[in-house]
Each structure stands twice: as structure tokens, then as C-alpha cells.
């Protein structure tokens, strides 16, 4: 049995809302470096440099990679032997991120109901996922998503029949139509199989994962590598200027479904790619 | 590529000289509004009452910045999504307005106003806010203080950096540059 304290989870949270908004992920970072030196356009050069030079920027904690810090998203893995001291696991992860937001002078883009429209004004509620595994092992997997690439996220019910090249056309037609707006260069995560709101999670949790780290599937990671391959193809470019770099990655999950479906949901996220993984 | 230093307010004159693909740098004083203030701003126009701002000749930035740390100015400030604004635009173009900078491409009906209105549409770089920020020199809230980060607010700044995607022509970047770059499917 594992003892931890609230205390310790809304320090570890709060501690990664504030870095992972500061410092770009280092394979982000190479992820540019190495685009530099293949992408073709005169103009997408220039934005690849520019956005090098934001993130050398914000690592001085002057002000955050993108002023859209996000929604925090918490993929949380607890072992049943552990046991949380002090409050509620939930209350915890929440106030972590309230102080993260405010300490870290981050912006508070949630309103408490998507109707009314109120601001929260402490970033609050974050989006939590809980998974029940064997042992005391805990951790979080966390993201803040900016919502100019959510916008242009997608899902579809294709029919079984549709099967590998219905994926790929639905794919490349929604970072078609995304376009510029996603803010280019791309993550584009995939959740295939499952429900509706399964095929969801699973994208979502697909552009947490390290980048260019493939499925461990060999049929899933040839078609990342086509998809990305076709991405590119597209001609966007950075910032949607034009140009042979529009998607750094394509990560792909999946999950056992219906004889009569083939759910997909295609999750895009801009190229301020903010995770960060809390082991306790 | 040389940068083209522009001041505003925009005159008629520097904005036709403008052309989709010109690199320019921003001087002056711009605003800020974004979803939000976009639509108060439409609403008090539908009333006929008066703006907090006189937008004739003036340029709007699509942003909300996050919140200053102590001594800085600004905290990140880049563009938002300018598509949410393609149906709040035009009543504020027909008042004077002359410049926008946001990311993203625009409907047929903006760019069509553009022309029609003698506008210019700027893009900024999407996730570039602590850069940008580096250009900014004050920040006042002049309107709309209760909605936070999307409150309307008057930036002034020297040697913004922004890329001019829609000239006063109709002539668009993000239709013109992409299709040099993309390859047939095999």
C-alpha cells in the first residue's frame, strides 16, 4: 500500500501547468529544427525560425509559448494500492491547476457553462480520465489544449466496410479543411474503433504520447507513417503559408469495436504541443 | 525579403500599396477584440450607440493575451482564429475600420469586403504570443474590462511582426501558397 498525500498531487500539478506552458517539449523544438531543413518555402522558413526563437523566448519565463494556455486535460493511471491522504483525488488535481494558472500567470480561458458563458477565472474545470490498474504505481498524464487546433477536430461513424482507406480520406480531408487554422505545423491524433466518445479519448490521449514515438502495432504504425507522409503531401505549410511541413506527427490508437462500426475521431493540435508526465 | 515599416492609423495610400506576401512591421496603436467584444461591439452598433473607440482608419488584433507577470508589459500575446469573426466584421468595417490581424484564412464574404471597404487583412504567427509580445510596449483595457482576456484593449507597439495574406485586392496567401506546395496523391 502507497500513501499520497492531496498536498503532493496539487504541487506536482500545479508545478507542470506552469512548465509545460513555458518550455517547448525538446522533441517539438527538434521537430522544428529538423523541418528548417527540408521545408521548401521561402515564407514557411521564416515561421519555423520565428517559432524557434519563441520558445528560446518563453523558456525565460517571460511570458508563455502561446497565450492560449488551454484546457488542462489529466489522463490519470492509479494502482489499487494506493491510497490518497487528505481530500479527494479530483478536488486535488483541480487546485493544482487553479494554482498553477494564477501563480503561473497563465490565462484563464474557461467559462463555467458553455451557454451562459461565465469565465471561472481560475482555468477550472480540468478534464479528467481515470484508469484502475494493478499495483501502487500513480501517475498523470497531462496537456493544457489550445483550442484554435479543437476547433477543427472531427469524428465520423464509418462502416466497417470503409475499413483503412476510409480512414486515411477522412483523415486528409479534415486537415484539408482545417487548414491554417489549427495553427500548422500539426499533431494529429487519431482514436479509431471503440464508441463515439471512446474513438475521442483515445485521440485525445494519442497526442500526449512522446512525438514520432510509433505504435507499437505494425499495421497501425505503417499507416501513421502514410498518413504523415499524405499530410504533407497536403502543401499547407507552416502557419497554413504553404509549404512541405504541416503535421510533425501522426499518432494513431485504437480500441476493440462493434461488428457494425468503425468509429474515428481525428484531435488536432497546433505545434505549442504542451504534456507533461507527473510520476508520484 | 525586406520588412515594410507601416504606422497606424492605415491610410489609403499604404494600404494599396500593400500586396498578399509583403512582410510588414506594425507601429503604432492597435486594439484588441476577439469573440466576445466583437459581439458587444456589433450589438451597440445595431443600436446606433456610440463605440468605445473611433475605429476610422484603425486596425484590430484578434487576441487575447494571458495575464502580465510583475515588470512585463504583456504576458503572450499572438493571434486568435480570425474565422470566428467573419460574421462580426463588416458592421465595423463599414464604420472606418481598415486592418486586421488575426491567423487563419477568411470567408468569401470578408474578402469580398475587404476589397469593397479598402481593408487589409494581416496574419500573425499562430502560437508565436511570447515573441510577439517582445513588440508590444503598453497595454491599456478601454472597454469591456469584465470579460478578462478578452476585454478591448490598445496596444502600442513598435515593429509588430505580420505578414499581409489578404491585400485590399482580394489577392489571398492561403489560397495562392499552398497550391505551389501540394503533390498529387500517388
New interface residues.
Given amino acids: 500500500m502507497k500513501v499520497i498525500a492531496v498536498s503532493t498531487v496539487i504541487k506536482a500539478v500545479k508545478e507542470a501547468c506552469i512548465e509545460m506552458n513555458f518550455l517547448v517539449d525538446p522533441m517539438i523544438l527538434n521537430g522544428f529544427e529538423t523541418a528548417l531543413q527540408s521545408e521548401?518555402?521561402?515564407?514557411g522558413q521564416?515561421?519555423l525560425v520565428?517559432?524557434i526563437?519563441?520558445a528560446r523566448?518563453?523558456s525565460t519565463?517571460?511570458?508563455?509559448?502561446?497565450?492560449?494556455?488551454g484546457m488542462v486535460i489529466a489522463f490519470v493511471k492509479i494502482g489499487q494500492d494506493v491510497r490518497i491522504e487528505g481530500g479527494l483525488l479530483t478536488d486535488a488535481i483541480q487546485e493544482g491547476i487553479r494554482q498553477g494558472y494564477e501563480d503561473g500567470?497563465?490565462?484563464?480561458?474557461i467559462v463555467a457553462d458553455p451557454i451562459l458563458?461565465k469565465?471561472t477565472?481560475d482555468n477550472t474545470p480540468g478534464i479528467i480520465y481515470y484508469d484502475l490498474v494493478a499495483g501502487d504505481g500513480f501517475e498523470i498524464e497531462l496537456g493544457s489544449k489550445?483550442f484554435?487546433s479543437e476547433?477543427m477536430s472531427r469524428s465520423k461513424m464509418l462502416k466497417p466496410s470503409d475499413g483503412i482507406e476510409g480512414i486515411v480520406d477522412f483523415v486528409i480531408d479534415t486537415v484539408e479543411k482545417a487548414?491554417?487554422?489549427p495553427?500548422p505545423p500539426i499533431i494529429v491524433g487519431i482514436g479509431v474503433g471503440g464508441t463515439l466518445d471512446k474513438a475521442a479519448q483515445l485521440a485525445k490521449h494519442s497526442l500526449l504520447r512522446p512525438l514520432n514515438e510509433p505504435s507499437k502495432m505494425a499495421h497501425i504504425e505503417s499507416l501513421e507513417k502514410r498518413l504523415l507522409q499524405?499530410i504533407n503531401?497536403?502543401?499547407?505549410?507552416p502557419?497554413?503559408?504553404?509549404?512541405?511541413t504541416t503535421a510533425l506527427a501522426v499518432h494513431i490508437e485504437t480500441f476493440p469495436t462493434h461488428i457494425a462500426g468503425l468509429p474515428v475521431v481525428v484531435n488536432l493540435n497546433?505545434?505549442?504541443s504542451r504534456h507533461k508526465k507527473i510520476v508520484l | 525579403m525586406d520588412k515594410i515599416r507601416i504606422t497606424t492609423p492605415l491610410t489609403e495610400d499604404v494600404i494599396k500599396k500593400l500586396h498578399a506576401g509583403d512582410r510588414v512591421l506594425i507601429s503604432g496603436k492597435i486594439f484588441t477584440a476577439r469573440d466576445a467584444a466583437h459581439q458587444k461591439m456589433v450589438a451597440l452598433i445595431d443600436r446606433a450607440e456610440p463605440l468605445p473607440v473611433d475605429f476610422e482608419g484603425q486596425v484590430i488584433y484578434y487576441a487575447g493575451p494571458s495575464p502580465a507577470r510583475p515588470g512585463e508589459v504583456i504576458g503572450a500575446c499572438g493571434p486568435t482564429t480570425s474565422y470566428r469573426m467573419d460574421d462580426l466584421t463588416e458592421p465595423l468595417l463599414k464604420i472606418g475600420l481598415k486592418g486586421m490581424i488575426g491567423k487563419g484564412d477568411r470567408n468569401a464574404h470578408i474578402i469580398t469586403c475587404i476589397q469593397d471597404y479598402g481593408g487589409v487583412y494581416f496574419a500573425a504567427i499562430g502560437g508565436a504570443g511570447a515573441l510577439i509580445s517582445e513588440s508590444i510596449k503598453s497595454s491599456t483595457i478601454i472597454a469591456f474590462e469584465e470579460l478578462g482576456a478578452e476585454a478591448l484593449r490598445c496596444l502600442e507597439v513598435i515593429d509588430m511582426p505580420a505578414i499581409v495574406v489578404i491585400d485590399t485586392l482580394g489577392n489571398n496567401l492561403y489560397h495562392t501558397e499552398p497550391q505551389k506546395y501540394k503533390k498529387e496523391p500517388i
Fill in positions: 521548401a518555402s521561402k515564407i521564416g515561421i520565428d517559432l526563437e519563441n523566448i518563453a519565463y517571460k511570458a508563455p509559448i502561446c497565450q492560449d494556455t500567470y497563465l490565462r484563464k480561458s458563458r469565465n477565472n489550445g484554435g476547433n487548414g491554417s487554422n495553427c499524405a503531401d497536403l502543401g499547407i505549410g502557419q497554413g503559408l504553404g509549404g512541405t497546433c505545434h505549442a
